[in-house]
Antibody
């Protein structure tokens, strides 16, 4: 059973960079069978896909966030990470990592529990 | 940007009744549509993919239909555990620009 777990600071100051890591267990990122995504949800609002990465390092980002987002992967630790720069209060959200069920099938069958990141001074 | 619009925003239904949720795409997404259920404090759970295929372990009372721009999620007989927020998501674009609808909250009438 695949499990995903987000980790990182729960509070980030405006203009700084938000950094989160997703640790995958019960499956290997290196298998090449999946894309690995970040998705966020502002409090009381809907879901927004941020972007995803393949084990090789190939990335695709939401065009609306592309200028501020970097997703990276570390196959040796079975983790992938999110960096979002120049954050504002609008970036306050629960951040989820998630997996697609098969390479190129761009919906999500496994999700982490989510981690709340608040942007505030 | 491909916009997904869900209606209604809130649906009040009595247990045992049928619930019908709608999702409309601003342009055709073929059958590349998924539905998720989200309960408070939890991550979304995949219900339906390919517009009409139930995900593993999803009860038969959940069904999806539609193609192109109009989609429907039907819950045939609402159980207490089905009261939640439901989201649709399209995955038709390439390169990917995956987008979700704004959600429909199904509440107890």
């Amino acid at each position: 059973q695949v499990q995903l777990q987000e980790s990182g600071p729960g509070l980030v100051k405006p203009s700084q960079t938000l950094s989160l890591t997703c640790t995958v267990s019960g499956g290997s990122i290196s298998s090449g069978d999946h894309y690995w995504s970040w998705i966020r949800q502002p409090p009381g609002k809907g879901l927004e896909w941020i972007g995803y990465i393949y084990y090789s390092g190939t990335t695709y980002y939401n065009p609306s966030l592309r200028s501020r987002v970097t997703i990276s992967v570390d196959t040796s630790t079975n983790q992938f990470s999110l960096k979002l720069s120049s954050v504002t209060a609008a970036d306050t959200a629960v951040y989820y990592c998630a997996r697609d069920p098969d390479y190129g099938k761009n919906y999500f069958d496994y999700w982490g529990q989510g981690t709340l990141v608040t942007v505030s001074s | 940007e491909l916009v997904m619009t869900q209606s209604p925003a809130t649906l009040s239904v009595s247990p045992g009744e049928r619930a019908t949720l709608s999702c409309r795409a601003s342009q055709s997404v073929s059958s590349n549509l998924a539905w998720y259920q989200q309960k408070p404090g939890q991550a979304p759970r995949l219900l339906i993919y390919g517009a009409s295929t139930r995900a593993t372990g999803i009860p038969a009372r959940f069904s999806g239909s539609g193609s192109g721009t109009e989609f429907t999620l039907t819950i045939s007989s609402l159980q207490s555990e089905d009261f939640a927020v439901y989201y649709c998501q399209q995955y038709n674009n390439w390169p990917p620009a995956l987008t979700f609808g704004g959600g429909t909250k199904v509440e107890i009438k």
